[in-house]
């Protein structure tokens, strides 16, 4: 494991942790699809820390998921149901910043919020175990 790679990594938890707790912050005030844009960023910056410990880089968000699926999911290294957590996330967050008919409600961004927290210790859970942390 080389020090780069590991300041890396360690730089995109910071970020996941921010933004659980900006998603917090915004829920806490009724910025509900604020809050779901945040959780599911956390989820992001989580999946791409998981991706940089085998030296992987997408440039796009449905590629970090895409690699996320192929080479923590599939290896069975991660359960589906996180999986299942990012895909539903992506979903949320682009619904809530480009859908402006839909309203995103309280309950939405809760969910949200719980399960990019769920995603976010388990990946942390992790690379702690292997080591990065």
Known sequence: MDETTRKEVLLYLENAQESLSVAQLNLDNDFYPAAINRAYYAIFYAANAALTTKKISR???SGVLA?????????GIF??????IYGQLMEDRHESDYGLITAMSKEDAMID?????????SVEALLD???WL
Not at 79 to 84: F, N, R
């Open 67 to 75: 690699a996320f699926r192929q080479y923590f999911v599939k290896t």
């Open 79 to 84: 359960s589906t149901e996180l999986s299942d």
């Open 59 to 61: 440039s796009k968000h």
């Open 113 to 121: 919020l719980r399960q990019a927290k769920q995603f976010v210790e």
């Open 129 to 131: 175990k292997e080591g």
